[in-house]
């Protein structure tokens, strides 16, 4: 199975890396925003696409384009992100494709989920929280990546 690992810098790459394990069976292909990350992933496909937030639409555009190029070449089965804006345009896009999707909220949020888990909500196959008080039937808690 091809698995399209996305995540923007910060904590949202390092909770990523910590779902190595769960994949190692698997083709792995890595995405993210700084190409200084391929270092942490050398024997796995690694992609660089611009990062950008919801104060920047025109940024926005273009990371959906990127994401949507990259789908194309990569042809993933799964697509699992921590976050943020990159990963949820690859939600989306790999949602739309027939990909199955998986959003994991970043630990930060401790009392709601993000605004792009909660757009996540709508689009990927399953969503997590890393909080128990968070979970409810849509949103599965099956514990942090971190701790």
Request: charged share 15%; hydrophobic share 50%.
């Amino acid at each position: 199975m091809r698995v399209l690992a996305i995540a923007s810098a910060g904590g949202h790459w390092v909770q990523l890396l910590r779902l190595l394990p769960a994949f190692e069976e698997n083709e792995i292909v890595f995405v993210s925003t700084h190409k200084s990350f391929s270092q942490t992933v050398k024997n796995c496909p690694f992609y660089v696409i611009p990062d950008a937030n919801r104060w920047n639409k025109l940024k926005l555009l273009k990371v959906c384009f990127c994401v949507l190029g990259l789908l194309y070449i990569i042809k993933p089965d799964v697509i699992i992100t921590t976050g943020a804006a990159p990963g949820l345009m690859a939600v989306i896009a790999g949602r739309l494709l027939g990909a199955k999707t998986i959003w994991i909220d970043s630990i930060a949020n401790v009392e709601k989920l993000s605004l792009s888990g909660r757009i996540a909500l709508l689009f990927a196959n399953r969503t997590y929280t890393q909080w128990p008080d968070l979970a409810t039937s849509k949103i599965k808690y099956k514990g942090s990546v971190i701790g």
